[in-house]
């Protein structure tokens, strides 16, 4: 490319960056967009269009902000200035007490300048910048050392890659924020996974800290989080002498900044500007526990110092806890995806922190044992960090003796079927392949890749048809006619034809496939695959028991009473012939019985970290079916580490361990050793 176009190119997406960022800050900072998101995603398009092209990226690129690899652990990172956490107030007395302290080291009875903010509740950052441009971020940790979260926080859209706006850029700088979550998202992100079974965050913070320690940054991305800076720790080359300077200075920098903030002078001024802040609190889209109360001046917060891991110029003082009193008019069951069923309770309506309060989960059985929650109790109903409204305490002087217990159920609320509590679990489940409340995410995994590899059965058209009633069961799947699909939207002749004729050929697959498809508690694609080695056909698990399924390696005891009820069950075995009825197939090339040639690896235990040639899945269905297993961590039992371009932490662990280290070249060696050359290697 000529040096003048290439030079051109690089000044198009320079600008394009520029521009892309600006617009970012307009929109998730200040709240204030300048264009239309459909106008930002055409400049966004173009922009990774010419990146991709040109391959010329740079570093404060919105291109950056998701697709990281994911990682196999995180790296500590040493602060250059210790994060510390803060003292707690309680109440009035409390803060005049801590006036008291500052004036005494001060050596001054005069009013003292303070500055009150909000106290996020959110996950403690720092995010290092050297030049302008964004090092790493890490978390408070011990508040010496933090973990390395870089690829994380750079999906924030909060959060500058690169430093602009400036006159003066320092040369080092540590910001410091917290990253936190709107409640409308919060309560989105647990309805969400109250349907496909999963835990529930039990508040705003949790749901942060678990976002921004996920190994995989796009499990980051999909979380809306935000991070609003409020310090710095080490610098060279900062300009600023208070807490009002370095605010300005943040905004001018494109920081989020707190939504509120105060400078007064005076402790009475301090104690109304909190108060201020505890009424504004009830219409902050987010979860704020306190107010944060900080000597403005730098200087005379040097003079004073800290007293072991608390600043002795700042104090968080806490507010009380949103509570209410009711009666429990009913206690429910919801269930999710994976069958779990969830107790939950049913509320007389009640005003808490400015929502009426209807109902609240129970999390558990054992919970309500232990609460001694029954129908009919008066309670004390707390709704404060904890944004899902919880049950405190029984009033049980309130009882008259009508309450009534509400055992763990023996059958399911919303199909009918069975249910298992498994030994040492506290949940209870449904198992039956038709319920209900279960279906739409079951026929999504069934359909999904890894399962029968229906194309076009995503979860968008899973939901349509469901929804117009022509699929609620597997069985429905496999008597869908093209006619049917044509009178919906997003069918036409050929996209209706595509998924019947995706649908036919599903039906031919393999024992293995298909036990993982079906969604069987435990049983991922590992376990099945060991299943199919040692059943013939899917009528050979028909009545297993758990001693049956134990007896196979690396099979444990949740799996093998998973196995075990599942099959055990009359519905789930109707539904299975039911599905052999209309066509369905199950080959087994994995059973141990079937003559395939020399087992290789048979009985060893593999490891996989870094960047292989060809596609992990692949490798590691490749070695699974020469008889090795594949397992995520190393151990004193892993026989091979497979070692591929940039591997992570896993490479210097089994090194430690004694474990052999081989490439993936040695990996195709040993498998030609004594076998025919695989098509994967061709």
Known sequence: MPERIQSEIKQEIGKLVEELNYHSYRYHVLDTPLISDAEYDRLYHTLKALEEQYGYVLPDSPTLRVGAPPLDSFVKIRHQEAMLSLGNAFSREDILDFDGRVKKLLGSEEAVDYTVEPKY???????????????????????????????????????????????????????????????????????????????????PRNAAAGAVRQLDSTITASR???????????????????????????????????????????????????????????????????????????????????????????????????????????????????????????????????????????????????????????????????????????????????????????????????????EGEVAVRCIALDCPAQVQEKIIHFASRGGMDIRGLGEKNVELLYTRRLISHFEDIYMLKKECLLSLPRFAG??????????????????????????ILHVGEHAARLLARNFRGIEALYGVTADKVLSIPHLGDKIAA????????????????????????????????????????????????????APRKEVEDLIEGKGGNVSSAVSKNTDYLVAGEEPGSKLGKARSLGVKIISYDELKKLILKNAEQPRLFN
């Open 121 to 203: 509740d959110g996950l403690a950052i720092e995010l290092s910048y050297l030049n302008g441009l964004l090092l790493h971020a890490s978390t408070r940790g011990d508040g010496y050392e933090g973990e390395d979260v870089t690829q994380n926080i750079r999906t924030i859209r909060t959060v500058p890659l690169k430093i602009e706006g400036l006159r003066h850029m320092p040369e080092m700088l540590d910001v410091r924020g917290e990253v936190y979550m709107y409640l409308d998202d919060f309560e989105a992100l647990n309805r969400e996974r109250e349907v496909r079974g999963e835990p529930l965050f039990a508040n």
């Open 494 to 519: 050929k996209s209706a034809q595509n998924l019947i004729e995706a649908i036919e050929k599903s039906k031919k697959t393999t024992l293995a496939r298909f036990l993982f498809a079906i969604g």
């Open 224 to 422: 809306k989080l935000f991070l609003v800076c409020y310090g710095v720790g080490a610098s060279r080359g900062l300009e600023v002498s208070s807490q009002t300077g370095l605010m300005e200075w943040l905004r001018e920098a494109r920081f989020s900044t707190p939504v509120s903030f105060g400078h007064v002078r005076g402790i009475d001024s301090v104690i109304a500007a909190i108060n201020e802040i505890g009424e504004l609190r009830k219409s902050f889209p987010f979860e704020t526990d306190g107010a944060v109360v900080k000597l403005n001046d730098f200087g005379l917060q040097q003079k004073l110092g800290v007293k072991t891991r608390e600043p002795r110029w700042a104090i968080a003082y806490k507010f009380a806890a949103h509570q209410g009193t009711t009666k429990i008019a009913d206690i429910r069951g919801s269930v999710g995806r994976t069958g779990v069923i969830t107790p939950f309770a049913v509320f007389e309506p009640v005003r808490i922190g400015g929502v009426t309060v209807s109902r609240s989960t129970l999390h558990n059985w054992d919970e309500i044992e232990r609460k001694d929650i029954r129908v009919g109790d008066t309670v004390v109903v707390e709704r404060a960090g904890d944004v899902i409204p919880h049950v405190v305490a029984v009033v049980s002087d309130s009882r008259t003796g009508d309450e009534r217990p509400f055992p763990p159920p023996h059958i399911c609320p919303a199909c009918g079927s069975r249910v298992i509590r498994e």
């Open 562 to 613: 998973s196995v075990a009820s599942f099959f055990g069950d009359e519905k789930n075995r109707a539904t299975l012939t039911s599905m052999r009825k209309l066509g369905l197939k199950t080959e087994n090339p994995d059973y141990s019985g079937t003559a395939k040639g020399v087992r290789t690896f048979e009985g060893l235990a593999f490891v996989i970290t870094g960047t292989l040639p």
